[in-house]
């Protein structure tokens, strides 16, 4: 397969090709935060299940973080790579994995000082504060893996190799999960034994890909002439900036969210806890068309096709549809049997019916998440960042107002009904500017109103 492919092959082609590593590596990276959990349910029990969900929404702030920068950077190396700008994509490269590396020493080292306080902030259950508090500590401890790990799966992906991170994720997932059975169940190490296996997994496959990152690096030409790169990194912080805010957006409406069902007590916590995993592995072939939608159109713009960036967004609708369909009917017919995965036979009634009338609600309405996604990755990939931002703030503010006024008073349904509501506000705005054309003017074209 040429290097070119995003801007050669028809658009189908070209994005399932690009999208469907990612989304199989994302499943992987998935299974094993599910692995985590289920392990942990089934042989510490409900509470040590409700003290990793209590850390999660947390924890997945900062790997949004990682992600939405590695994306941002990524957009900014894919112009490069598709105006066959060598050099100068070697320069951002460079300066993108520095950033991050000092940028997730500093993000740990505030973990560290702060995650116990913000757990009670959010309403942590007192029978869990202090083991979920310990998972977060080893957590933090090992953030610079996890930051440069997926800084170096987008570098790979604004080449057009997502199937080297894949190869890395599926290596990670599995070494994680054996070390889980090992640490858990064998050393009977509990919750800190999940931590302690994540660490050990991503930073063996952290070192792996930057191994692997330089060679793919010499084969191409040109030569960088700087290591770091103050106007390379101001260009990557306008795209990389509000795409971290649009990745941290549900995590962040998921943990001011999570501090009102902790209110319900460690039971539903649990139970929420099991149906949120469940709902991370739903979003992730979403996530994987909207991110490949994102490096698909900065390629193209880079190669001066613009025309066959609405091609592809065209094609990743009907790619949203498909994974939609099947989404919805595995969910609504097999919910309590997912959910009893994670809590066994053993989990109380409570946290088995929180679960699973969440599944059987949420279900329906993953369309409108990967139609959100995809509309996104356009804008992202084009650079138009404005209303791409602001409609992700319309998001998690709909999100946490309704959640906060509302399920207090009408009970924890209302978490769940606020999350499509947040979603469908965000395609709007996007979609919106979309129709407009603007992101075709941003590289100095003439703005024509999209088909």
């Not at 801007?7 to 985590?36: C, H, R, S, V, W």
């Not at 996530?287 to 613009?306: C, D, H, M, V």
């Not at 595995?330 to 409570?350: A, N």
């Amino acid at each position: 397969m040429g290097k070119d492919y995003l801007t050669e092959k028809k658009p189908l082609a070209a994005l399932l090709i690009f999208a469907l590593p990612i989304i199989i590596g994302n499943l992987f990276q998935q299974t094993y935060t599910m692995a985590d959990s289920a392990i942990v349910g089934r042989f510490v029990g409900e509470s040590a299940l409700a003290a990793v969900g209590a850390s999660y929404a947390l924890t997945n702030i900062f790997i949004c973080v990682a992600i939405g920068g590695g994306i941002g950077a990524s957009v900014i190396v894919s112009r490069y790579f598709g105006a066959k700008e060598y050099a100068e994509m070697k320069n951002a490269i460079f300066t993108a994995c520095l950033s991050f590396l000092v940028l997730s020493i500093v993000l740990g080292g505030f973990g560290l000082l702060t995650g116990r306080r913000i757990l009670m902030l959010l309403n942590t259950p007192g029978d869990i504060l202090d083991v979920a508090a310990e998972y977060l500590n080893i957590y933090f401890c090992g953030l610079p893996f996890l930051f440069m790990y997926n800084v170096f799966s987008a570098m790979f992906n604004a080449l057009g190799k997502s199937k080297i991170p894949l190869c890395f994720l599926i290596f990670s997932s599995l070494f994680n999960i054996g070390l889980d059975f090992l640490l858990v169940k064998r050393f009977g190490m509990g919750v800190a034994g999940v931590a302690w296996a994540t660490w050990i997994a991503q930073g063996i496959s952290a070192v792996l890909s930057l191994c692997v990152l330089c060679l793919e690096l010499k084969k191409l030409g040109g030569r960088s002439t700087k290591y770091y790169d103050m106007s390379e990194l101001h260009s990557m912080a306008k795209v990389a900036l509000p795409s971290i805010l649009q990745q941290s957006t549900v995590s962040i409406g998921m943990m001011l969210v999570q501090s009102v069902v902790n209110g319900f007590g460690t039971e539903a916590l649990a139970g929420f806890s099991a149906a949120m995993r469940v709902e991370s592995i739903c979003v992730v072939p979403m996530a994987g068309i909207g991110n490949a939608l994102s490096s698909y159109t900065a390629q193209n713009i880079g190669a001066r096709k613009q025309e066959r960036v609405v091609e592809g967004y065209h094609v990743s609708q009907w790619m949203v549809v498909a994974c939609g369909t099947i989404i919805c009917v595995v969910l609504e017919l097999f919910h309590r049997g997912i959910i009893l995965f994670f809590l066994g036979t053993e989990g109380t009634d409570t946290a088995v019916s929180t679960g699973q009338d969440y599944l059987n609600f949420i279900g329906w309405f993953f369309c409108l998440i990967g139609f959100k996604m995809t509309v996104d990755g356009l804008l992202r990939g084009a650079g138009d960042m404005k209303m791409f931002t602001l409609a992700n703030l319309a998001n998690l503010f709909i999100r946490v107002m309704i959640a906060v006024w509302l399920a207090p008073r009408f009970g924890i349904e209302m978490v769940w009904y606020a999350v499509p509501i947040g979603w469908f506000v965000n395609w709007a705005v996007s979609y919106a500017e979309y129709r407009t054309g603007k992101w075709r003017k941003i590289y100095g074209q003439e703005a024509t109103p999209a088909r």
